[in-house]
């Protein structure tokens, strides 16, 4: 069976008008935390489960650490709010996009990109990123953030624990299977010349370092704490003051067009998994 990973986060809320009460269900911790056992005895592989809501947190491996994959487009979304708040960015800001900032695989944006280019916003790079899973979008994003290191620096300055942002996607996903990038793969015949050209025991080689890897990952517990604290503008991020943008794009990816007036009352839940 080919190993696999995955990190996956939810944010449920319910949405009070704006002149009446918020109203969340209660997680039931107690039984919740059983069924979060049962489920990873039974799982095949690697699992990690947690919830969170006003009262607490259930877990199950919520300590252990997982590759962060495509949920690194929402660190740097945040990271890039965090800049229109505090370091002058607009989200009107116009960018164009050439062909040799293009990333790989899942990158929607490409289709845009002509000879000349395609003009777009930070704004749209921010929803591209983290509503499309748009690869480009998001490593444009952290070249202009002046690197990974800046989005460590954000989640450093919020005290946001638990979280390791190493790599943008071109260098991740290309070390994984043993290659370094180069400018060249943003084509990706190229690219995938050069994949096939790795030695199977090379790749191998290269996967299991992955796994065992603790850059670019997060642990369950610090992805719901993330996610609530984003979700309530609470605790070490309450002064994000851009967050309902980010949560609008969030609840986008749930096919939600509408977050209302209300402050939401918030779960969240983060899961992840190799097998």
Not at 12 to 36: M, V
Not at 196 to 223: K, N
Not at 260 to 267: E, I, V, Y
């Amino acid at each position: 069976m080919k190993n696999r990973v995955l990190i996956s986060a939810a944010i449920t809320c319910a949405l009070g008008s704006q002149r009446g009460p918020t109203i969340a269900a209660s997680l039931q911790k107690d039984k919740l935390q059983i069924e979060f056992q049962t489920l990873t005895r039974g799982f095949d592989g690697r699992v990690g489960i947690c919830a969170q809501d006003e009262t607490g947190l259930a877990c199950a491996n919520g300590d252990q650490r997982f590759s962060l994959q495509s949920v690194m487009k929402l660190l740097v979304g945040l990271a890039v709010m965090d800049a229109v708040d505090h370091r002058g960015w607009r989200l009107d800001e116009e960018i164009v996009v050439r062909k040799e900032d293009l990333s790989l695989y899942v990158q929607p944006i490409a289709e845009l990109v002509k000879d000349q280019g395609y003009r777009t916003t930070v704004g749209d790079l921010v929803r591209r990123a983290i509503v499309d899973s748009d690869s480009a979008a998001a490593d444009i994003l952290v070249g202009r953030l002046d690197g990974p290191r800046e989005v460590q620096s954000f989640l450093d300055r919020r005290a946001i624990s638990g979280v390791r942002f190493d790599r943008d996607e071109r260098h991740l996903q290309t070390e994984i299977l043993g290659l370094e990038w180069r400018s060249e793969f943003v084509d990706p015949a190229i690219l995938e010349s050069a994949i096939a050209g790795v030695p199977q025991e090379r790749r191998d080689m290269s996967y299991r370092q992955y796994q065992i890897d603790p850059r670019d990952t997060a642990t369950p517990r610090a992805m719901a704490s993330l996610l609530y604290a984003l979700a309530n503008g609470s605790a070490s991020i309450r002064q994000f003051n851009s967050r309902r943008a980010s949560l609008r794009a969030i609840r986008a990816r749930r096919g939600e067009t509408s977050m209302g007036a209300a402050r939401p009352a918030c779960f969240v839940a983060a899961s992840s998994a190799a097998w």
